[in-house]
């Protein structure tokens, strides 16, 4: 719900007029590299918590390739609500190449946090069931 707060709203509606003469397409930056540092670092802290939940709630998405397109078709998905309530509303959210991947590389980092804490694959398993694992026999 945090993720789509800061994305998605507030939502402005404004007027065909308070565009006229900008084309549409002006919306869409997809040169990356070229973002400010700031936006950029929040764009990765913002998805961190899905590289650490995300593989907690589903043990499948513990693999960086699945978290990953994962990660990036949730970026996705808001830089789509963005172009399409900037379209239909009038917002004019920009859709930026760089805002995927800085979400795509903070679900990586969450996942490399996730791994860190919890070493064993096996655990990290356990306590996405909702609770600790129990403990391996000796020997």
Do not use: K
């Not at 789509?80 to 679900?107: E, H, K, P, W, Y």
Request: charged letters at 10%.
């Amino acid at each position: 719900m945090s993720v789509v707060a800061i994305t998605v709203f507030p939502i402005r509606v404004r007027s065909a007029a308070y565009w006229a003469g900008e084309p549409w397409w002006t919306v869409f930056h997809w040169i990356p590299g070229d973002v400010d540092a700031p936006s950029f670092v929040l764009n990765v802290i913002m998805f961190i918590p899905l590289g650490i939940l995300l593989p907690l709630l589903r043990p499948s998405l513990d693999a960086i390739g699945r978290l990953a397109g994962h990660a990036a078709a949730a970026s996705s998905a808001i830089e789509v609500t963005q172009f399409m309530l900037g379209m239909t509303l009038g917002s004019r959210r920009t859709v930026d190449v760089n805002d995927l991947i800085a979400n795509t590389a903070g679900a990586l980092l969450g996942l490399l946090i996730l791994r860190l804490a919890v070493p064993s694959r096996q655990h990290r398993a356990g306590y996405g069931a909702g609770s600790p694992p129990s403990p391996s026999p000796p020997g």
